[in-house]
Nanobody, 119 residues
Framework: QVQLVESGGGLVQAGGSLRLSCALS????????MGWYRQAPGKQRELVAS???????SYEDSAKDRFTISRDNGKNTLYLQIDNLNPEDTAVYYC?????????????WGQGTQVTVSS
């Protein structure tokens, strides 16, 4: 089965930066779209950014200028660069992947990585 493992979260001061990583257990050839979501306590999970197999990126968050999604196909790893962090970015960040027909078009989630921003 497909496993996604996030890492790179932690405690950072406002104005700092983090790069989150999501390691896939399968080749990205089996994935047609990936995304980063975040969820703060008591709030709905929201989409932050996504990227297709063609490399097209979309940023759904209002603070999109501070977020950059990318991937390394050779390493089967998805990244999220977050710059100029603020306390409102505090949340658990989740990696998401949508599989191709070879994976029965299933959707997969990682366990999440905590990002905490102090002021």
């Amino acid at each position: 089965q497909v496993q996604l493992v996030e890492s790179g979260g932690g405690l950072v001061q406002a104005g700092g930066s983090l790069r989150l990583s999501c390691a896939l257990s399968v080749s990205m050839l089996s994935i047609y779209e990936m995304g980063w979501y975040r969820q703060a306590p008591g709030k709905q999970r929201e989409l932050v950014a996504s990227i297709t197999d063609y490399g097209k990126t979309s940023y759904e968050d209002s603070a999109k200028d501070r977020f950059t999604i990318s991937r390394d196909n050779g390493k089967n790893t998805l990244y999220l660069q977050i710059d100029n962090l603020n306390p409102e970015d505090t949340a658990v960040y989740y990696c998401n992947a949508k599989g191709t027909r070879s994976l029965r078009s299933d959707e997969f989630w990682g366990q999440g990585t905590q990002v905490t921003v102090s002021s």
